[in-house]
């Protein structure tokens, strides 16, 4: 079956004549398109039919050409901005195919990034941790320059019982807190300690870090997904799991839905964990950051002897840092103290220079201005998107450093691979689903703590232009 279009001169300013030919509309309609720009039936500039138009021309669906210009975006052929539609790119000059085979454009090296998963790394309180890094050295005893506890230096244990206590709402005392290299090594800390206990099933979110999963089975440990609705995850699903000694959680802020998990849900994962001796390992990344709703303590409060809490200062201050912490049942500590003994993963000046920098106040100091900044950033972003692609959605801003952008279905390979070509890194929520699980919606994770200052407006404006591309 071939069909052709023909297109007035006052939708495009010229007419222009395509034949789509194959089973595969999209495929012919993109392969049609690359030919006349090849050929030079189509010169760089000209201003192609909206999809709305161009799908009635054909007698098609209008996704069907949507999906095709965003892809043809993504390659480099085409260009949309909104306001004035879809044109064909400059750099996809007019020539004479040379081969019969197209050779598509190379994708630029990242400009900007809205990764999640780091914060302003540009904010760093350079001055004040150099600060207290002179104080620590300074009044460090001699013992502090050998091997020490393996659960870390009791000076950061003591300032972080505090903090916890009265930041966060854990029940924390300086023996029960075990040191670590961020979240990472701490899990995997875990994940010895659980695999030694002979647990065989770790449950985990529906959606989360592919590297947090490949840590326990790596260890042997299966990962059985709990199910994700609009109030976040079904923990009533833990009773279901017959084989699940633990689960990993992030309830204050779920990543990277977004959602803190509702009162009636975490109160089942607690008597879960209690009627079946499972533990729940949470994972509190950013829950220092929050905006306009109410501080949301930490899990670990409800029920100290059933909860590992896990945080870093990872988001807080920088991700290389290297520097974690874990609050453990009682029963616990001796078992994870065994398990890192041995792997002294943090250098005993950084962990001094931590206690100072808290014990000074300077801690709370830049959490207070990084979370007025963040803030502002999220409003600014909020803002634009709703005056410039009011099509799309975006939720999970009440904390956090991060949003996540709803979008049309069908849409975020090529809205993902659109930005990659405008020199913009960032990832879709598909990217975080479970393999278990089938395909869910579309989104994008926008990671709005990532650019420095200097770059926020920049990376604002391109991520703006890709979702121009992007039709209700």
Same mark, same amino acid.
């Given at each position: ?15 222009? $004549? ?6 595969? %509309? ?24 909206? &999809? ?65 998963? &780091?914060?302003?790394? *540009? ?19 001699? /013992? ?40 990472? $090594? ?9 695999? *030694? ?14 590297? !947090? ?39 204050? !802020? ?24 499972? %533990? ?21 409060? %409800?029920?100290? /002897? ?59 100091? !830049? ?34 450093? $991060? ?27 598909? $990217? ?41």
């Amino acid at each position: 079956m071939v069909k052709s279009w023909a297109t007035s001169p006052e939708t495009l300013g010229v007419d222009l $004549h395509i034949e789509v030919g194959g089973a595969g %509309l999209r495929s012919g309609l993109m392969d049609a398109l690359r030919e006349a720009v090849r050929g030079g039936r189509l010169a760089p500039g000209t201003r192609l039919p909206s &999809s709305r138009t161009l799908a009635a021309d054909l007698g098609i669906a209008r996704n069907t050409v949507a999906d095709a210009y965003a892809e043809l975006v993504a390659e480099g052929w085409l260009t949309a901005r909104q306001g004035s539609g879809t044109r064909v790119a400059q750099r996809a000059q007019a020539r004479q195919d040379r081969s019969h085979a197209p050779r598509l454009p190379t994708r630029r090296k990242p400009t900007y990034s809205l990764m999640a998963g &780091s914060p302003d790394l *540009a904010s760093f309180p350079r001055a004040d941790w150099l600060k207290a890094a002179r104080h620590a050295i300074t009044e460090a005893p001699h /013992e502090a320059f050998g091997l020490g506890d393996p659960r870390g230096r009791v000076e950061l244990r003591t300032a972080l019982a505090d903090y916890l206590a009265r930041a966060r709402g854990v029940y924390a005392s300086p023996d029960r807190i075990v040191v670590c290299a961020g979240f990472l $090594h701490g899990l995997m800390l875990m994940a010895t300690v659980l695999r *030694a206990r002979r647990v065989r099933e770790v449950a985990v979110e529906s959606y989360g870090l592919d590297f !947090h999963r490949k840590v326990l089975t790596g260890a042997g440990l299966r990962t059985p997904p709990l199910s994700l609705d609009e109030r976040g995850t079904r923990t009533e699903e833990l009773g279901e799991l017959k084989g699940a000694g633990a689960v990993l959680m992030t309830p204050a !802020h779920q990543f990277p839905v977004g959602l803190p998990l509702p009162p009636d849900r975490r109160a089942a994962a607690v008597d879960w964990a209690r009627t079946t001796g499972g %533990l729940i390992v949470e994972d509190d990344y950013d829950g220092e950051f929050r905006y306009d709703r109410q501080p949301v303590g930490a899990l670990q409060g %409800l029920d100290p /002897e059933h909860v590992v809490y896990i945080g870093t200062a990872s988001k807080s201050l920088a991700p290389g840092l290297r520097l974690g912490w874990m609050v453990l049942p009682e029963h616990l500590v001796d078992e994870v103290g065994r398990a890192k003994a041995g792997d002294w993963a943090c250098g005993a000046l950084d962990q001094l220079t931590l206690a100072q920098f808290i014990r000074s106040g300077a801690y709370d100091r !830049h959490v207070r201005g990084m979370r007025l900044r963040y803030r502002r950033r999220r409003d600014q972003l909020v803002a634009a998107l709703a005056e410039r692609v009011p099509q799309v959605r975006v939720s999970g801003i009440a904390a956090g450093l $991060h949003a996540l952008v709803e979008l049309p279905p069908g849409t975020e390979r090529s809205v993902v691979q659109g930005a990659a070509w405008q020199g913009l890194a960032l990832e879709g929520l598909a $990217h975080f689903r479970n393999p278990q699980l089938p395909p869910g919606r579309d989104a994008l994770v926008v990671g709005y703590g990532t650019p420095p200052d200097s770059g926020w407006a920049g990376t604002l404006a391109v991520l703006l232009q890709v979702l121009s591309v992007v039709e209700a």
